[in-house]
């Protein structure tokens, strides 16, 4: 009886973990989703990704996935992948480790039934990495206070920084914790948020993306 109990559990466990690595966008008759199997990932192993749609797909940097922001790897999809298209409904690529540190960061898959246009967007870290998001997606309404939290995970000391919008983008000055709380957020404010310790080369950094709606709560 243990022994189905367990099995069962790992049933169910298994399920949950597929659900908390779904990120889903669905307006309409076009409905796109992209899942991350193993978010995070160690250092010498694979990664894949998933992208189940209606309507057509769009190419992003000439292939079927995008990556949102330079999180130092650049933007343009890496050689080293191997990409499987099932029924012409769903596309998966594995990116394997000689990707390195390009296996970091923000993808998306864009999709499109010819009047309306939607992406996803998922995310993927090092296992190892410094600090982790509580939450990979955070949402407030226009002009309510908003926090992005990470979570320390290793040993490491010194200066924390926060940037948005990935190379290139805005380092947040003074933003120098775990946190990062806006008092009033606006749309300008919605992106890509990275938290890492200063002068990190690893790619150890936490990433994680604010959504702000257009309409005030309430």
Same mark, same amino acid.
């Given at each position: 009886m243990e022994t189905v109990w367990k099995a069962q559990a790992r049933r169910w466990l298994g399920f949950l973990f597929v659900l908390v690595c779904l990120t889903q966008s669905v307006t309409g008759v076009v409905d796109v989703t992209i899942v991350s199997k193993y978010q995070f990932f160690g250092e010498s192993e694979d990664t894949r990704l998933y992208c189940y749609y209606t309507g057509s797909y769009i190419s992003q940097n000439g292939y079927q996935f995008g990556v949102e922001v330079d999180t130092g790897?650049?933007?343009?999809?890496?050689?080293?992948?191997? +990409?499987? !298209?099932?029924?012409?409904?769903?596309?998966?690529?594995?990116?394997? @480790?000689?990707?390195?540190? %390009?296996? /970091?960061? *923000?993808?998306?898959?864009?999709?499109?039934?010819?009047?309306? +246009?939607? !992406?996803?967007?998922?995310?993927?870290?090092?296992?190892?990495?410094? @600090?982790?998001?509580?939450? %990979?997606? /955070?949402? *407030?309404?226009?002009?309510?206070?908003?926090?992005?939290q990470m979570v320390q995970k290793s040993g490491r000391t010194g200066t924390l920084e926060w940037r948005k919008g990935g190379v290139g983008g805005t380092a947040l000055t003074g933003q120098n914790g775990l946190s990062l709380t806006i008092a009033s957020v606006q749309s300008s404010d919605e992106g890509i948020y990275e938290c890492y310790y200063q002068g990190d080369t690893d790619r150890k950094q936490g990433i994680m993306r604010l959504i702000v709606r257009g309409v005030p709560a309430g």
């Open positions: 790897a650049g933007t343009t999809f890496h050689s080293q992948r191997g +990409t499987t !298209k099932v029924s012409g409904v769903w596309w998966s690529t594995n990116i394997l @480790v000689r990707a390195g540190d %390009f296996r /970091v960061g *923000a993808f998306s898959c864009l999709v499109s039934d010819g009047s309306q +246009t939607e !992406k996803a967007t998922t995310f993927k870290m090092k296992s190892e990495a410094d @600090v982790w998001p509580v939450a %990979f997606t /955070v949402t *407030a309404s226009l002009g309510d206070p908003v926090t992005l």
